[in-house]
């Protein structure tokens, strides 16, 4: 599936506690998660202005959002019990990573622009996934994380 790509109208239609850009996009991005994730522990939380509860953790969601004609990345925050989160990674080495990943915003960003732009092409594993339909989410990175950042590094 390819990268959905949000839109201010989708932002309209959402439910959302608290009416800023950051809440509504997080609250249509958890129903998208929601709608995708068939089996999964729980429902999707999205954090919006506050930082996660005991024994849960905060993942960054990158998010597309259409502005005009312009495309630009968001961060929204999803609230993940112990078990949601090795659900969604069930590897413990990616898990491992993701607080790690969560403190390079910027330079996943930075990464996902350059892929977009056709500046930066990887290779191996990483090319095969994104030519398979995978898209530079922040699972994409957890999980290819070494490769990725060996070469766009280079």
Request: charge should be positive.
């Amino acid at each position: 599936m390819g990268e959905r790509v949000f839109t201010i109208d989708d932002l309209a239609e959402t439910d959302s506690v608290c009416v800023c850009l950051s809440c509504r996009l997080g609250a249509a991005f958890a129903q998208h998660l929601t709608d995708l994730r068939t089996g999964f522990p729980g429902q999707v939380t999205a954090l919006g202005h506050r930082g996660a509860g005991p024994e849960r953790t905060a993942v960054p969601h990158l998010v597309a959002l259409r502005l005009g004609k312009e495309r630009i990345d968001a961060v929204v925050w999803e609230e993940m019990t112990h078990g949601q989160l090795a659900a969604w990674l069930p590897y413990a080495e990616a898990r491992a990573r993701v607080p790690q990943l969560a403190r390079r915003i910027p330079r996943l960003v930075a990464i996902r622009q350059a892929l977009r732009a056709g500046t930066f092409t990887p290779t191996g594993e990483v090319a095969a996934a994104l030519d398979s339909g995978r898209y530079p989410s922040f699972r994409f990175f957890v999980e290819h994380w070494p490769q990725i950042n060996k070469e766009f590094s280079s």
